[in-house]
């Protein structure tokens, strides 16, 4: 059984910082996607960030050049450094993963889920 604990949410000012963390435990096959979601209130959850067991990764357009996600293979841990933060970058971050091969930012393809940790961003 998979589980994912999220940190580092918080609140900052636009233009600010934050790094998000997802300690992961659990067996994990050799391959696998881990990812960032997000859901703002009224919203559908969307992918913002994914990447793949060989470290390929994938961004959605509102964040890409902004937002980094990375991960450590011996901790298993997932991270997302937020740059030039926005009020639109609003929402509840979730920490997500799926053994496949193909990583993309649907959510419905993804089983394992944290709690998720809240982000917000005032102007």
């Known amino acids: 059984q998979v589980q994912l604990v999220e940190s580092g949410g918080g609140s900052v000012q636009a233009g600010g910082s934050l790094r998000l963390s997802c300690a992961a435990s659990g067996y994990f096959y050799s391959t696998y996607c881990m990812g960032w979601f997000r859901q703002a209130p009224g919203k559908e959850r969307e992918g913002v960030a994914v990447i793949d067991s060989d470290g390929y990764t994938s961004y959605a357009l509102a964040v890409k050049g902004r937002f980094t996600i990375s991960k450590d293979n011996a901790k298993i841990t997932l991270y997302l450094q937020m740059n030039s933060l926005k009020p639109e970058d609003t929402a509840m971050y979730y920490c997500?993963?799926?053994?496949?091969?193909?990583?993309?930012?649907?959510?419905?393809?993804?089983?394992?889920w944290g709690q998720g940790t809240q982000v917000t961003v005032s102007s």
């Open positions: 997500a993963a799926e053994f496949r091969r193909l990583c993309t930012l649907t959510p419905n393809e993804y089983g394992y």
